[in-house]
Protein backbone atom coordinates (compact mmCIF):
# COMPACT_ATOMS: atom_id res chain seq x y z
CA UNK A 1 0.00 0.00 0.00
CA UNK A 2 0.88 3.36 -0.13
CA UNK A 3 0.37 6.76 1.06
CA UNK A 4 -1.21 9.72 -1.91
CA UNK A 5 0.07 12.76 -1.11
CA UNK A 6 -0.06 15.92 -3.74
CA UNK A 7 2.96 17.50 -4.16
CA UNK A 8 3.28 20.53 -1.75
CA UNK A 9 2.00 18.29 0.81
CA UNK A 10 5.35 16.81 0.86
CA UNK A 11 7.47 19.92 1.65
CA UNK A 12 4.71 20.62 4.84
CA UNK A 13 5.62 17.13 6.12
CA UNK A 14 9.25 17.61 6.21
CA UNK A 15 8.32 20.76 9.28
CA UNK A 16 5.16 18.98 10.87
CA UNK A 17 5.32 19.58 14.63
CA UNK A 18 1.28 18.38 14.82
CA UNK A 19 -0.17 21.76 14.49
CA UNK A 20 -2.81 21.98 12.19
CA UNK A 21 -6.48 23.06 10.89
CA UNK A 22 -8.37 21.51 13.09
CA UNK A 23 -8.45 18.82 15.85
CA UNK A 24 -9.57 15.69 12.97
CA UNK A 25 -6.91 17.01 10.92
CA UNK A 26 -3.82 16.76 12.93
CA UNK A 27 -4.90 13.11 13.99
CA UNK A 28 -5.20 12.28 10.33
CA UNK A 29 -1.77 14.35 9.67
CA UNK A 30 -0.19 12.40 12.30
CA UNK A 31 -1.37 9.16 11.64
CA UNK A 32 -0.28 9.41 7.54
CA UNK A 33 2.86 10.61 8.95
CA UNK A 34 3.48 7.77 11.05
CA UNK A 35 2.73 5.80 8.04
CA UNK A 36 5.45 6.86 6.16
CA UNK A 37 8.06 6.36 8.83
CA UNK A 38 7.03 2.91 8.91
CA UNK A 39 8.23 2.76 5.40
CA UNK A 40 5.24 2.95 3.49
CA UNK A 41 5.90 4.76 0.09
CA UNK A 42 4.30 7.96 -0.61
CA UNK A 43 2.18 7.90 -4.29
CA UNK A 44 1.85 11.46 -6.03
CA UNK A 45 -1.58 12.52 -6.91
CA UNK A 46 -2.77 15.53 -8.60
CA UNK A 47 -5.51 17.16 -6.78
CA UNK A 48 -6.86 16.52 -2.84
CA UNK A 49 -4.93 13.81 -0.79
CA UNK A 50 -4.81 11.83 2.10
CA UNK A 51 -4.31 14.83 4.28
CA UNK A 52 -7.32 16.55 2.35
CA UNK A 53 -9.61 14.41 3.42
CA UNK A 54 -10.78 15.78 6.74
CA UNK A 55 -11.31 19.25 5.43
CA UNK A 56 -12.70 18.51 1.54
CA UNK A 57 -16.79 18.86 3.02
CA UNK A 58 -16.20 22.32 5.03
CA UNK A 59 -17.11 25.46 3.62
CA UNK A 60 -14.53 27.24 2.54
CA UNK A 61 -12.20 24.05 1.90
CA UNK A 62 -8.90 25.68 -0.30
CA UNK A 63 -8.14 21.78 -1.59
CA UNK A 64 -9.33 21.97 -5.03
CA UNK A 65 -8.77 25.57 -5.45
CA UNK A 66 -6.38 26.42 -8.58
CA UNK A 67 -4.12 28.32 -6.79
CA UNK A 68 -3.32 25.15 -4.53
CA UNK A 69 -2.73 23.04 -7.63
CA UNK A 70 -0.45 25.77 -8.47
CA UNK A 71 1.85 24.92 -5.56
CA UNK A 72 1.56 21.41 -6.29
CA UNK A 73 3.46 22.45 -9.76
CA UNK A 74 5.80 24.56 -8.14
CA UNK A 75 6.58 21.80 -5.50
CA UNK A 76 7.06 19.19 -7.46
CA UNK A 77 9.35 20.97 -9.94
CA UNK A 78 11.68 22.12 -7.55
CA UNK A 79 11.80 18.55 -5.17
CA UNK A 80 11.97 17.02 -8.83
CA UNK A 81 15.56 18.82 -9.14
CA UNK A 82 16.57 18.23 -5.47
CA UNK A 83 15.88 14.38 -6.21
CA UNK A 84 17.44 14.40 -9.98
CA UNK A 85 14.10 12.72 -10.87
CA UNK A 86 10.78 13.73 -12.61
CA UNK A 87 7.95 13.49 -9.73
CA UNK A 88 4.53 12.22 -11.67
CA UNK A 89 1.37 12.06 -10.62
CA UNK A 90 0.48 8.05 -9.99
CA UNK A 91 4.68 7.27 -9.65
CA UNK A 92 5.73 6.01 -5.82
CA UNK A 93 8.83 6.08 -3.72
CA UNK A 94 10.06 5.84 0.02
CA UNK A 95 10.55 9.08 1.86
CA UNK A 96 13.83 7.65 3.68
CA UNK A 97 16.04 9.34 5.57
CA UNK A 98 18.40 9.87 2.46
CA UNK A 99 15.60 11.78 0.77
CA UNK A 100 14.60 13.45 4.03
CA UNK A 101 17.74 14.66 4.21
CA UNK A 102 18.40 16.14 0.78
CA UNK A 103 14.73 17.74 0.93
CA UNK A 104 15.17 19.14 4.61
CA UNK A 105 18.33 20.86 3.14
CA UNK A 106 17.15 22.14 0.24
CA UNK A 107 14.39 23.29 2.54
CA UNK A 108 16.70 25.29 4.58
CA UNK A 109 18.51 26.56 2.29
CA UNK A 110 14.71 27.98 0.85
CA UNK A 111 15.48 26.36 -2.66
CA UNK A 112 12.66 24.30 -2.37
CA UNK A 113 10.02 26.94 -1.06
CA UNK A 114 8.63 28.96 -4.09
CA UNK A 115 5.78 26.79 -3.42
CA UNK A 116 5.28 27.87 0.45
CA UNK A 117 4.79 31.26 -0.94
CA UNK A 118 2.11 33.48 0.58
CA UNK A 119 1.12 30.07 2.82
CA UNK A 120 0.12 31.04 6.52
CA UNK A 121 2.45 28.72 8.02
CA UNK A 122 5.24 29.58 6.44
CA UNK A 123 6.93 32.05 9.05
CA UNK A 124 6.65 28.84 11.61
CA UNK A 125 7.91 26.67 9.16
CA UNK A 126 11.06 29.05 8.28
CA UNK A 127 11.41 28.93 12.16
CA UNK A 128 11.49 24.90 12.14
CA UNK A 129 13.83 24.59 9.55
CA UNK A 130 16.63 27.42 11.34
CA UNK A 131 16.21 25.18 14.11
CA UNK A 132 17.51 22.33 12.35
CA UNK A 133 13.19 20.57 12.37
CA UNK A 134 14.02 19.49 16.05
CA UNK A 135 10.94 17.64 17.23
CA UNK A 136 9.63 17.19 13.70
CA UNK A 137 7.18 14.00 13.67
CA UNK A 138 8.60 12.62 10.09
CA UNK A 139 11.54 10.44 10.87
CA UNK A 140 11.43 7.10 8.60
CA UNK A 141 13.55 4.13 9.27
CA UNK A 142 16.82 3.80 7.77
Known amino acids: MSVSI???HLL???TYLGK???PAFVDNYSAI???LNDGEPVELVDGPDVLCQPMLNEPGCHCRNESVRHRDRTAAADIAKVLGRQLES???FVLDRQVLS?????FA???IRRACEGCEWQILCSKIARNEFRGCHL???D
Open 90 to 92: GKS
Open 139 to 141: APP
Open 102 to 106: LLREA
Open 109 to 111: MGT
Open 33 to 35: VQR
Open 20 to 22: GYT
Open 12 to 14: CML
Open 6 to 8: RPH
